[in-house]
């Protein structure tokens, strides 16, 4: 499976905001946009005035790394939003966050989306008893996310259950922080998605 390979705080970077790809890091002054707070490279510096197609683009890049797909899963979602009734850029952030490894991640139960995408692969959650390993399954209205039991007893997971105490989901997740389970209570409004993407742009990119 293709994926981003290289250092991700050169993706903040390149955006000129934080995308909080690296967990706890994010929030420390290691964090490349506190030291370095300008986009990577020999011209980094410069600051170059944004045609309206490049800001479009920007914006498609921006949801695409934050959420971790690549360009072809990434035009697929935005193809089903187009289907959906409604708007069509609020039916794409809705699809990507149902996603399980950003479920996962919304739930408090990995520190990232990138770790949460790691875990899900390795099948330490399951959906409504099963285990689901597939980082891009659709999570529904009903859908029960746990940890397996016998993924309980990691050092991780029990990292990760500690670090519970001071992480609240969004409104459409409920957590049981105990058992280390969270279920789905609705589909999610676009006031219940705070990442940092104006996807107008992104619709009248691929409108074009």
């Known amino acids: 499976m293709a994926r981003y390979t290289e250092a991700v705080c050169r993706l903040c970077r390149r955006e000129g905001t934080k995308l909080?790809?690296?967990?706890?890091?994010?929030?420390?002054?290691?964090?490349?946009?506190?030291?370095?707070?300008?986009?990577?490279?020999?011209?980094?510096?410069?600051?170059?005035?944004?045609?309206?197609?490049?800001?479009?683009?920007?914006?498609?890049?921006?949801?695409?790394?934050?959420?971790?797909?690549?360009?072809?899963?990434?035009?697929?979602?935005?193809?089903?939003?187009?289907?959906?009734?409604?708007?069509?850029?609020?039916?794409?952030?809705?699809?990507?966050?149902?996603?399980?490894?950003?479920?996962?991640?919304?739930?408090?139960?990995?520190?990232?989306?990138?770790?949460?995408?790691?875990?899900?692969?390795?099948?330490?959650?399951?959906?409504?008893?099963?285990?689901?390993?597939?980082?891009?399954y659709q999570v529904r209205p009903g859908d029960v996310i746990a940890v397996r039991e016998k993924s309980k007893e990691s050092p991780k997971f029990k990292a990760i259950a500690e670090a519970l105490a001071h992480r609240t989901p969004p409104a459409w997740l409920e957590i049981d922080k105990e058992n280390l389970r969270g279920r789905v209570l609705s589909l999610p409004s676009r006031e219940d998605i705070d990442v940092p993407v104006e996807e107008h742009l992104i619709v009248e990119l691929y409108s074009r």
């Open 20 to 136: 909080f790809l690296k967990a706890e890091r994010c929030y420390t002054d290691k964090c490349a946009m506190e030291r370095r707070p300008y986009a990577p490279g020999l011209h980094g510096h410069g600051r170059k005035k944004l045609t309206e197609y490049g800001m479009q683009l920007r914006e498609k890049q921006k949801a695409k790394r934050i959420y971790g797909v690549l360009e072809r899963q990434f035009r697929n979602y935005f193809a089903r939003a187009e289907r959906q009734k409604g708007v069509t850029g609020e039916n794409l952030l809705r699809l990507l966050e149902q996603r399980l490894d950003n479920t996962v991640y919304r739930l408090g139960l990995a520190g990232s989306r990138a770790e949460a995408r790691q875990l899900v692969r390795h099948g330490h959650f399951t959906v409504n008893g099963r285990k689901v390993d597939i980082p891009s």
